[in-house]
């Protein structure tokens, strides 16, 4: 029995992919994440805080693709002949992990811009504290800066998702409508 069986179900009465997987996964199955999820479900089986945890994991991943970033530019010399795509690669890595809470919550733009604000701030308290050890960072933006970055671009965001969603509601209301011809 694995490891997450064994947490989720440890009597093994019930079917495992039945009763203990989230029915949506974040797009990997992996064990910690699959416990991480299993750990905010209420005894319905609903999900409770899912955008505190994907806000979470983006910003850990922003924050890490971002002091790897920083490190492999200032501390190893080898790369500073191919500068260009150091930076464009690192540029894109940045891009698709801060785009994970849009495509996550995408149909819901208070969760998108609470779950993208957090992995922000993360992601803007890393670069305070790399500002420390690297002094040029503070030159280039500041940590304020660089907050209100992500946070404009993220509710840009939240409102398209919120325009969209007012525009498919109203369709669908608009369609569910009998249409009843006068007499």
Known sequence: MTLSRQLCCPAAKQSFEDKCVPKQSLGTRGVWLSILLLATQNRYGQRRFEYVIVGLLAGVGLSLAFSGWIYLANRVPIFDRISVE??????????????IPVLSFFREPANLLISSLIS?????????????FFYALREWYSTFEVFMLGAVLYLIAATVSWIGRCIWKARSAHFERPHHRAS
């Open 86 to 99: 150091r930076n464009l690669a690192a540029a894109a890595i940045i891009g698709l992990l801060a785009f």
């Open 120 to 132: 922000w701030s993360i992601l803007t308290a890393t670069y305070w504290t790399l500002g420390l």
